[in-house]
């Protein structure tokens, strides 16, 4: 199996721009989630993704959007960055909605 | 109070002593996951369990359901344990991804 990959591993963004974070899933993994880590606190469910569906949400505002595509990969968009927006978002796959979970190394935001 | 509480917050050791980091939790759950994050940021899934004990290489966790208690061992530690350890639970109504997070334990290892 290849590991799930994250892509920009950082990026940096100016308050009020729009972002898109890009994961890799592992190959047959129909499930995809996406956690904002802040700096010194544990991470923070943010939504998940199931056959390309919004399957669960946390609390975060609509603003942060995903998509998943057929091809094992998903995206998480934020717009309208705010300076708290600032974080390591991981993404983490699994085979099903309660298989063991994958993550990815992450992408570091920093917004100015 | 937090729903998933871990102990202690930071473990420093010297390399080849026995490690336990505690986990105990408030919600009824389906699953508990250990898992380990480096200083890099990335995330290793290292156990899901729901019941028992498992072991992998010089980790062991166990779990008691009855107690809403689980542990983490780590024998015959070495350096590149060093990490956070984070113990996170999925409650019982919720799929695997709506992860209730403990706040982690700093291990530090010395040689």
Redesign the interface.
């Given at each position: 199996e290849t590991g799930v990959t994250q892509s920009p591993t950082h990026l940096i963004k100016t308050r009020g721009q729009q972002v898109t974070l890009r994961c890799s899933s592992q190959s047959g993994h129909n499930?995809v989630?996406w956690y904002q880590?802040a700096l010194g606190q544990?991470?923070q469910?943010i939504f998940?993704y199931y056959r390309e569906e919004e399957?669960?949400r946390?609390n975060f505002p609509p603003r942060f959007s995903g998509l998943q595509f057929p091809n094992y990969s998903s995206e998480l968009n934020v717009n309208a960055l705010e300076l708290d927006d600032s974080a390591?978002y991981?993404c983490?796959s699994?085979r099903t909605?309660?298989?063991?979970?994958?993550?990815?190394?992450?992408t570091?935001l920093t917004v100015t | 109070k937090n729903e998933v509480e871990q102990s202690p917050q930071n473990l420093t050791a010297q390399e080849g002593e026995f490690i336990t980091i505690n986990c105990s939790y408030s919600v009824g759950i389906s699953a508990l996951h250990w898992l380990q994050q480096h200083p890099g940021g990335g995330i290793v899934s290292l156990f899901m369990l729901s019941s028992g004990k498992k072991k992998h290489g010089r980790l062991i966790a166990t779990i008691n359901i009855q107690e809403k208690h689980s542990s983490l061992h780590i024998t015959a530690s070495h350096p590149r344990d060093s990490a956070v350890y984070i113990c996170a639970v999925s409650r019982a109504r919720d799929s695997n991804y709506q992860l209730i997070w403990g706040a982690g334990t700093k291990l530090i290892i010395k040689p």
């Open positions: 499930t989630s880590q544990g991470p469910f998940q399957n669960g946390g390591l991981l983490a699994s909605r309660n298989s063991p979970l994958h993550f990815g190394n992450g570091r | -």
